[in-house]
């Protein structure tokens, strides 16, 4: 019997090469995101393996309505990759838009913490596993990052309560905390920024979303014996930088 995974976000970046790289390795995949179209096209190049389910996850209702519509045979979900989400903005806390605060809080948050009390029980029958994908953000602060790594720092955290809760059931939880990563999500921080994206990512050979699908697959396929607690994921040519000092008032 070939596994199931519910991957969200699967309509672009790490999601959707996760979607491909689980489908092409044999397992049913239940991928999730808003755009619909997106999700048949990837379907199309799939194939049967994959069901597609087009809700906004911050919809607990729609979610719950979107999981009663999966088939018998899709029901028991072996993994859950918790991965979609977005960074809105990059100006101050003091000058942020509270609505773009709101929005990162309910999709990196709320909707990951509902999809993973919906699913819970089923992956403990199953002894399955999480990963949830957070950030670098949540650990090493940066100017403008303020609501987003909060988000992920929850994320982060969240995952680690997880596996305390989960002891003794033989589900595996584990937080994939990437760095520099080229995918839409610049565009969408930046409302459609295409050129401020590709400035970010020039000459700085950055992840890419098959590098993470890698590292999901690594994750999961593991011997059950095993759990990777926390993976940080950087690209070469990023790293560390110092404190800021203000001098005077
Ligand atoms: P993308 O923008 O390429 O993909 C984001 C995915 O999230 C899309 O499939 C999008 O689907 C989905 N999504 C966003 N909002 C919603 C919503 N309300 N309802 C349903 N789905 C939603 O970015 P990435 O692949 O880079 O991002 C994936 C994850 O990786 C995010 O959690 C991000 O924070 C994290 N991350 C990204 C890094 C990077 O540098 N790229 C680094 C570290 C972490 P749709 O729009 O169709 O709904
Ligand atoms: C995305 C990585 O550094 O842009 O989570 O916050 S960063």
Known sequence: MPKTALITGATS?????????????????????????????????????????????????????????????????????????????????????????????????TALVALTHALLPGLIERRGAIV???????????????????????????????????HGTGVRVTSIEPGLAETEFTLVRTSGNQSASDQLYAGAQPITDTDIADAIWWVATLPPHLNINRLEVMPVNQSFAGFQIHRGQ
């Not at 092409?24 to 597609?52: C, F, M, P, Y």
């Not at 949830?132 to 969240?158: C, E, H, M, R």
């Open 13 to 109: 970046g790490f999601g959707r090469a996760t979607a491909q790289r689980f489908a092409a390795q044999g397992w049913n995949v239940i991928a999730t995101g808003r755009r619909a179209e997106r999700l048949q096209t990837l379907r199309d190049s799939l194939g049967k393996r994959v069901h597609t389910l087009a809700f906004d996850i911050r919809d607990a209702d729609a979610m719950q309505a979107a999981l009663a519509t999966l088939p018998e045979a899709l029901q028991g979900i072996d993994l859950l990759v918790n991965n979609a989400g977005l960074a809105l903005g990059t100006a101050p806390a003091q000058s942020a838009d509270l609505g773009q605060w709101r929005q990162m809080i309910d999709t990196n948050i």
């Open 132 to 166: 949830n994908i957070s950030s670098i953000a949540a650990t090493y602060p940066y100017a403008g990052g303020n609501v987003y790594g909060g988000t992920k720092a929850f994320v982060s955290q969240f995952s680690l309560g997880l596996r305390s809760d989960l």
